[in-house]
Structures are given as structure tokens and as C-alpha cells.
């Protein structure tokens, strides 16, 4: 009886979650750096990865200033193997800011990547 | 066919071989009928050996390609055929399932386990990569198998393996899914949900595949169905987290144990050491969760008075002490700084815990909650256990106390976790106990076969296989 009662209750669950996990997976946007959630709460879109993907050569090193901890937390899922390191190391920056003051006389190349995002190129 | 798909399907078939060496070493397949039926258990124990030595590969400096992958998998596969001269082979089982009546029950569970399991597998290759939107998945787990790739090893300077969140978890995960991208020479995160997909039709394998000689088909198939349908079960397929291959490395880690106790057989120990190593270097609580599962077992054996089975089925819990301590020193060789989640300290001080008794309060509750009354993913499984265990108790104490012990144990654990832990109570309970528990369900629900099978048989009948002295020593003295 106990077996029957948990299948039974098995199969009434199983077709509305069968079609919940489906129209899930249907109504996902189809890039891959769209699946980083937290992302989506503070940005349209994560297309900007995808520029920044471009733009910064791979096994260069980046920094992500002023910016959310999602946005750093996120990016070395899509910018590896570009390497994330301290400000004050990088040769690539991800801004929500502006430069950091520091670095502002060495900033060679500002490109905006939309949703508010600057790339900004470091010289030596 | 390019790479990409090539390249992790030769890498399965390594698995499948890797894992399928091990068992003929240890004596439980000798044959190509036997190699069929634990065709699913060949390849979660593949997936294990060849983790557990890519992991070891890592700690040792080396980079966890291909050529590591290759090294593991001649390795491995000369243990097994090493291990088969001087390991006796198992004696062929007989068919207990296929010998009854209940036979079209076993078709109707496979049906509908496998059309839910072609929908879970046509979800994640339409999901590809968007199956990875829980934060454990993109913040670490990938972005450390990304390293690997990348980097050649587990690199610990900026932006490297250690520099992103929780990097003292051990490295089996990231590892595994390192060695899908080195397959695939691309590091294609959309690769990886297939590849759980494999596991975890690869783990209901296991399970059919252990139990179809064991138990009867009225036993094991609305056990398989219902752990098949388990919306908790599928949904993690293709995430990208460690909770599902943990959860199925230590269930099996279980059920093997029960059925080495029952049989007396060592091959099995043999095995669920295997899986019980590979646990413990699969997440944090892999060494905890595998010692669970020891303990509970080893408990049965004590309380029928087979001490000499409780001892063996202890010596099991040296498989993961020994992996979590090559970690370990890892990581103190490599002077790798972490803050842990939670700190065992905090139970010393009786202070601090009285002052954060809210925070035991609520983990009481959502974990008790998801435990038992999650109907909408874990189903009634714990509950199911709960109730045979008890109604069998008497009857069957060496495997009836396994899902309560396991169950209350590992309830108590993750509540005293969620306690002693330095995150927000709230959120962090709420966003992991659902898939942190799934290892106590699944073993759990891997043993509900064998318990069902008990409640079947005649009150003084001993379970089929088992030594007549370990029934006859049961409390009920039957």
C-alpha cells in the first residue's frame, strides 16, 4: 500500500513537471553567458561578455572594477582563459565606474560594451 | 561526427571499459552477460576510478589532459586485470527477478523510467549550457574545470583554480568535466549536460543492474520508478553542480555495503570503497556523507550481533579518509587560503550557539521540510523508508535501521552544518538543502528495493542470498 501510494503520487507529479522542465527549457534564452542568473537581475543583457570576449586577447589578464559582485564572480566562466587579477594588474578592465584613479593616466583605450559596461585598455 | 562529439564519446567508451576492468577484477563480472547487466554500473565506477585518478594526477602536479587521461585509464585498467588473477570470480547469481511472475513489471517501470529519461536527455541537449544557471555551477565548478583545461593543472597564482569561490573543495568534479573539454579540445561548457545525463542513466543502470539477480521484480520496480520520476532526481541532470554525482556515488557506496554485509562478500566492500573514495573527493561533504553510509551500515551488522561484518564494513571508511587526506595536504602544501562555509569550532563554545539557536531553528525546520515534505521534488521516498523500515524493524534489523539512520543522521548533520555555518541562515539553507540532501534520499531510495523485497516475504523467511547465519542472528532470533 505505502509503495502504491508513493508511485501513485509519483506518477500524478511526473507529467506536470515533465512539462514545466520543458517549457523551461523552451523559453531560456539561448546564449550562454544569459544563463548567469544574477546577472539578468541588473542587466538587459550579457551580450557585453561577448564583445569583451573579443576584444580582450586570450591569457591576457582583466580586472572587474566597480562593479557587482556578480559581474566578477561571473566573468571567468565566459572570459577564461583570460585571467582575472587584482586592479592594479591587469592590462584589460571591466568598468561600471570609469577608470580607477590610479590607473587613469595609463587607460589607453576606452570601448563601451552597453548596459553601462566600459572596456578599458591599460598601457604598459 | 567533429571532435566535439568524438572526442567525449571516446572518452565514455574509456569509462565504460575503465569501470568494466574494475569489476571483472574485482570478481563481479566475468562475463559478457554479466559486463550487460552492469553495463550502467561499469560506467559510474569508471567515472569514478578514472575521477578519483586524474584527481590524485592533480595533486601530484600533473595536467589533467589527455595524456593524464590515457596514464589513468591503462593504469586502471591493468589494476582490474591484475586484480582478476588473484581475486576469485563471483558465483553466477540466480535469477531471483526474472524467475517470477512480476517480470512485465520490470518492462513497464523500464518504459516509463526511459521515456522520462529521453525527456530529461532531449531537455539537456536542448538546454545546452542554460542548464548551468545555479551560482555554484558558473561561480566555480565550470570556471575550475575551465582552469584545468587551460592552465594544466590546478594552477594556484590569480584567475587560476584556487582563486575562485570555495577552493578547498577537493577536484574530481572539475577534473571529469576538464577531461570532457581535453577530449573535446574545446572547452565547450555545453558539453558537460550529456555527460551528466550518461551518469545519471548510468546510476538507474546501476541500480536495475545490482538488484534484478537480488530482489524481485514487484520489489524493484516501483522502487526504480520512483526514484526514475523523482522530479529531484532529474532536475539536477545537467547542472553543472557536484550534488548529483556525489548523491550517486554515495548511494551506491551504500547499497553496496548492505549487499556485502548480506552476502558476505568482499568484492563488494572492494567496490563501494571505490565509490566511497571518489565521494570524498567529489565535494566537502563527500567525507561525511561516505562515513554516514558506513556507519549505518555497520550499525545492521552490530545490532544482529555480526560484529566481524561491522568491522569489514568499517575498513571501507579508510578508501575516503585516505582521499580527503592527499587533498588536504594539497592544499596545506600549497599554502591555499580559504574561509570555510562553517566552522567546527563554534560547538565548543556553548556561548555562541545558544546565541544562534534561531539559526538551528530554522534549519530544523526547511531541512525536515525538504526532507520529508518536499513532495514536489523528493517525492514521498524518505517518508516510504521511514514506514517499511519501521514495520520491518523487528523483522530485518541489519537492513531496516540503514534509511533511518542514514535519514536522521544525516538530517541532524546538515542542521548542526547550517548552525555552526557564518553565511545568512535563510538564504543559504533555502538555496541548498533541496540538492545538499539528495545524497541521504538517493541512498535511501537505493536500498527501498531490498526493504520492499523483505516486506514481501514471509515473516520467517531469511532475504534471498543472505547467509543463513546472519538471518538466524537477526533480533527476532527467526
Not at chain 1, 24 to 37: F, H, Q
Not at chain 2, 86 to 109: K, N
Not at chain 2, 309 to 318: K, L
Request: with cysteine; hydrophobic share 55%; proline share 6%.
Amino acid at each position: 500500500v505505502l509503495v502504491a501510494a508513493a508511485l501513485a503520487q509519483a506518477l500524478i507529479v511526473l507529467p506536470g513537471r515533465a512539462r514545466y522542465e520543458w517549457r523551461i527549457a523552451r523559453e531560456r534564452e539561448p546564449s550562454p553567458v544569459n544563463v548567469i542568473a544574477p546577472l539578468r537581475t541588473y542587466f538587459r543583457s550579457t551580450a557585453f561578455f561577448a564583445r569583451a570576449a573579443e576584444m580582450i586577447p586570450p591569457r591576457a589578464s582583466y580586472a572587474v572594477y566597480d562593479a557587482g559582485d556578480a559581474l566578477r564572480l561571473a566573468a571567468p566562466y565566459v572570459l577564461l582563459p583570460r585571467r582575472q587579477v587584482a586592479v592594479d594588474r591587469a592590462r584589460w578592465i571591466l568598468s561600471t565606474g570609469g577608470a580607477p584613479p590610479e590607473l587613469a593616466r595609463r587607460i589607453v583605450k576606452r570601448t563601451p560594451l552597453g548596459e553601462g559596461i566600459e572596456l578599458l585598455e591599460v598601457g604598459g | 561526427l567533429s571532435r566535439s562529439w568524438l572526442g567525449p564519446l571516446v572518452l565514455d567508451l574509456a569509462l565504460l571499459a575503465t569501470g568494466a576492468s574494475l569489476l571483472y577484477g574485482l570478481g563481479l563480472v566475468r562475463g559478457a552477460r554479466a559486463l550487460a547487466r552492469l553495463a550502467g554500473l561499469a560506467f559510474v565506477l569508471g567515472w569514478a576510478a578514472l575521477g578519483s585518478a586524474l584527481s590524485l594526477f592533480l595533486v601530484l602536479g600533473l595536467a589533467g589532459g589527455t595524456a593524464e587521461l590515457s596514464l589513468g585509464f591503462v593504469l586502471l585498467v591493468g589494476l582490474g586485470l591484475g586484480a582478476s588473477r588473484v581475486i576469485a570470480a563471483r558465483p553466477a547469481r540466480p535469477c531471483v527477478a526474472h524467475c517470477r511472475l512480476d517480470r512485465w513489471l520490470l518492462a513497464v517501470a523500464a518504459t516509463v523510467a526511459t521515456a522520462y529519461l529521453g525527456l530529461q536527455l532531449a531537455r539537456v541537449v536542448v538546454d545546452g549550457t542554460g542548464s548551468h544557471w545555479y551560482w555554484d555551477a558558473w561561480a566555480f565548478w565550470i570556471p575550475k574545470a575551465k582552469s584545468i583545461f587551460f592552465f594544466g593543472g590546478l594552477d594556484t597564482s590569480p584567475g587560476g583554480f584556487t582563486s575562485f569561490p570555495s577552493p578547498a573543495y577537493p577536484p574530481l568534479l572539475p577534473a571529469m568535466q576538464a577531461a570532457v573539454f581535453a577530449a573535446a579540445g574545446r572547452a565547450d561548457a555545453g558539453l558537460l549536460p550529456v555527460q551528466e545525463w550518461l551518469l545519471a542513466a548510468g546510476f538507474l543502470g546501476a541500480l536495475s543492474g545490482l538488484l534484478v539477480p537480488r530482489v524481485s521484480g514487484r520489489a524493484l520496480a516501483p522502487a526504480l520508478l520512483l526514484v526514475g520520476v523523482t522530479p529531484g532526481f532529474a532536475k539536477y541532470i545537467g547542472s553543472g553542480l557536484a550534488d548529483e554525482p556525489l548523491a550517486f556515488l554515495i548511494a551506491l557506496s551504500g547499497l553496496a555495503l548492505l549487499l556485502a554485509q548480506r552476502e558476505r562478500d568482499g568484492r563488494l566492500l572492494g567496490l563501494a570503497a571505490i565509490l566511497a573514495g571518489a565521494a570524498a573527493l567529489t565535494k566537502q561533504e563527500g567525507l561525511p556523507l561516505a562515513l554516514l553510509v558506513v556507519l549505518a551500515a555497520a550499525l545492521g551488522a552490530l545490532v544482529v550481533g555480526e560484529r566481524r561484518s561491522a568491522a569489514r564494513t568499517a575498513t571501507v571508511a579508510i578508501a575516503p579518509l585516505l582521499a580527503t587526506i592527499a587533498w588536504r595536504l594539497w592544499l596545506h602544501l600549497n599554502d591555499v587560503h580559504y574561509r570555510a562555509d562553517y566552522s567546527p569550532a563554534r560547538l565548543l563554545h556553548p556561548r555562541w550557539l545558544i546565541d544562534h539557536a534561531g539559526r538551528l531553528h530554522y534549519a530544523l525546520g526547511q531541512v525536515a521540510r525538504t526532507l520529508f515534505l518536499s513532495t514536489d521534488v523528493w517525492l514521498l521516498i524518505a517518508l516510504l523508508a521511514i514506514a517499511l523500515s519501521l514495520l520491518l524493524l523487528r523483522r530485518a534489523p541489519e537492513i531496516a535501521l540503514f534509511a533511518p539512520t542514514t535519514l536522521i543522521l544525516g538530517m541532524l548533520g546538515f542542521d548542526v552544518t547550517y548552525w555552526i555555518g557564518r553565511l545568512p541562515v535563510v538564504q543559504w539553507a533555502s538555496t541548498s538543502t533541496e540538492r545538499v540532501i539528495s545524497s541521504v534520499v538517493l541512498s535511501v531510495a537505493a536500498m527501498l528495493p531490498l526493504l520492499i523485497e523483505r516486506g514481501l516475504e514471509p515473516a520467517s523467511a531469511g532475504a534471498p542470498g543472505e547467509q543463513p547465519s546472519l538471518a538466524a542472528s537477526s533480533l527476532t532470533g527467526g
